[in-house]
């Protein structure tokens, strides 16, 4: 198949799907209402959702195909409204999704979120899910402590993502397959590390349509927001073309650089302030 006649794969991205969140973190907050519509929405348009470990079977094995409308469901950080809110509506239409979540606040509260003053956002419980891989929705890693991988030393990024594919193995005692990476941010360095310990995909994020070329451990998603239903069927159909030209692929490479070494310089100023 060449690139031109390719597949288009919208792999949808959700956080948290409440009524409920601060201004800093409404972004990444979808409404039940809205959530419900969506989904019967995919429903009403005969889409066919999988797994992201189902999607990457239809690239490594001869026997499994695309079906003619995919669409990949996934959500990040494993909060308790997925078990409470999203799982249900899932189940209405029997839909297949990835849940990848942070190890460290299962049990517990969102500790990470500071800057988006939601630290104590309620998490999933290790019973909630078991009972979620139980009612086959897909549980993959997005480390420990949810840390911006790419400013990382080498030891550190292998710790959080061994650490949180280990954890999810021993509870769910099955083989963890999918990784997402924090934030999105990923460095060569760190697609090696998420191959290397037996993971067999990646979901970043890059505000764009997959396709079946795409590098599987630099997989694109689209973030759905509190949007109109409009806006949510053009996101069904967004193609974002990668620039063939050399200068934009420059450009970009050396804006991700550029705020990289901002985040690392923030890192250091938290650290100090920390300790005095």
Known sequence: ????????????????????????????????????????????????????????????????????????????????????????????????????????????????????????????????????????????????????LDILSSMKSQQEIAQSKQILEDHLEREILSFAYPYGYHTTRVQRQVRQLGFRSACAVKYAMSTEHDDLFALPRLIVENMSDEAFIALLTRHKPIPDAPMPRLYTQMRRFGWRQVRRGSLAIERRVSYQ
């Open 1 to 148: 198949m060449s690139r031109q006649s390719a597949k288009h794969i919208p792999i949808l991205m959700y956080h948290s799907i409440s009524d409920s969140s601060n201004p800093k973190f409404k972004r990444m907050t979808v409404l039940p209402a809205l959530f419900e519509r969506q989904m019967a929405y995919l429903f009403a348009q005969h889409y066919t959702p999988l797994t992201v470990t189902q999607l990457m079977q239809t690239r490594t094995e001869k026997e499994q195909h695309l079906p003619e409308r995919p669409v990949i469901i996934t959500f990040d950080d494993g909060f308790a409204d997925f078990f409470t809110i999203a799982l249900p509506i899932l189940k209405k239409y029997a839909f297949s999704a990835t849940l990848y979540i942070s190890t460290a606040f299962v049990n517990g509260q969102s500790r990470w979120m500071h800057r988006e003053n939601e630290t104590t956002r309620s998490m999933l419980t290790w019973e909630q899910i078991r009972e979620i891989h139980a009612s086959g929705i897909e549980c993959g890693a997005h480390t420990h402590t949810h840390p911006q």
